[in-house]
């Protein structure tokens, strides 16, 4: 299954069995006081700056969150959306929990977007996807719902089955929907990446679809963080992840790395243009 | 399955379930023109400094090869395993396709060691396998044989399996053969990693024996080896290898990440105890 986003002019594929989909991670005002200060004030050359940053170290879409208290997302996330969108040629990842915001980005996007994110609370699943289908979007769907995250993978994959299964009802297929097995810190549940592990495994081999993670809350809390996200990264590549909400600015060459070992980057050739491009430093 | 080496004084357990083992790989002359020196001039204090260096970095067993053309190793090999064996509380591996070289080691190394290795070809089998039995040793079984290294990594699991029944015939338990994938370089044929990580799953699947990683050969000839070869470890490592020949100074974090991720090491009580003690330089 091929979850296809589009740009202005460019297509990009989320493949489980093609080379791995970075989603930067950065526009988004979470734990970031001056990107918070700068949606704020609605001056979004910070946003144009962080864009051009992850698109340089190897985006290959842009998540876009507005969360601020106190902020009009309803007005502001469509602004930062028709911004981004207008000005990179780069898919884009609308990224709220707030239909209406949702619908008013959904509305100025241009190209065919991903919607982050849909879970399987009624009340999500039944004001989330209609968006989806009427936008022709694709969407992440994360499997958490009214009795929260479940422990179990069995249990996660089956809240994974229920968003396939009612998107599939308004007409989703099983193509525009990328699962989000979930991962909590390691810092707080020593077997919570194991959790996530075995989800990805299920749902990759139940339901054949992409595996979206996001990639960074995994390490939260404990020290050497880089470390823990690359090992996860690697471990959750090969589990059958397909595509990450990440810092491209850090871990792409890991990811291109990745490519290359599962068989998926003929030649070495992306591995080395990548290398090529971004040198690294000697230590 | 759990393969059991020991020391003068301490027990390591390889198991495909526990804690990944590092064997440290620095005790090879093969590309380090001062290590071959000091073995020919039969010096061993540069032998001590890497032995000491390993431990430190976080190594639970040292290989050791002294494979440098015109040395003698029916005379060095022994001495370089008494020293490290005697000097260093550390289980060896013996690392020799020489059968005089290896059972003179195998004679002075104390508590029990890893030979490494055997390989599929009858006088391999034939020459190493009863060596390994009559000194109570367990062994590291390479997927090549009289045909080369195949590319099919059903082939190469045939091959795992040959070498696992010739080893019970002698009374060699499959707990005590180490299976190690092989794996070239991703820089000559870049379909090389993805069959090392197919054999690895199709050897856990049909034996659940412990299965070692070479893992620093997959990056030769390639720029920025250090990401491929930490990508290779997340990889393989959930494809289920449990051991590796490998640089500890540069990898351990890496691993003890990975042990964390995958669910074995409770309340993050290793990873953070290794961090403490080997703190990240910030860049």
Known sequence: MQTILQSKTKTVKIDPNGPFTIIGEKINPTGRKKLAAALQEGKFDYVRDLAAKQIAGGADMLDINVGVPGLDDVAVLPQVVKMVGEEFDIPICIDTSNPQALEAALKVAPGRVLVNSVNGEESSLSRILPLVKEYNAAVIGLVMDENGIPNDPEVRCAIAEKILERAARLGIPGDDVV????????????????????????????????????????????????????????????????????????????????DLLMGRDAYAAKYIKYYRTHPVEKV
Not at 202 to 231: E, Q, Y
Request: charged residues 15%.
């Open 179 to 258: 699962i989000d097995p979930l991962v909590l810190t390691v810092g707080a549940d020593s077997n919570a990446a194991a959790i996530t592990l075995k989800t990805i495994e299920l749902v990759r081999k139940n339901f054949g679809v992409n595996i979206n993670l996001g990639a960074s809350n995994v390490s939260f809390g404990l020290p050497d963080r880089d470390t823990l996200n690359v090992a996860f990264l690697g471990l959750a590549i090969h589990a059958g992840a397909s595509c990450a909400i990440t810092d491209p600015t850090k871990y792409t060459a890991l990811i291109k790395g990745c």
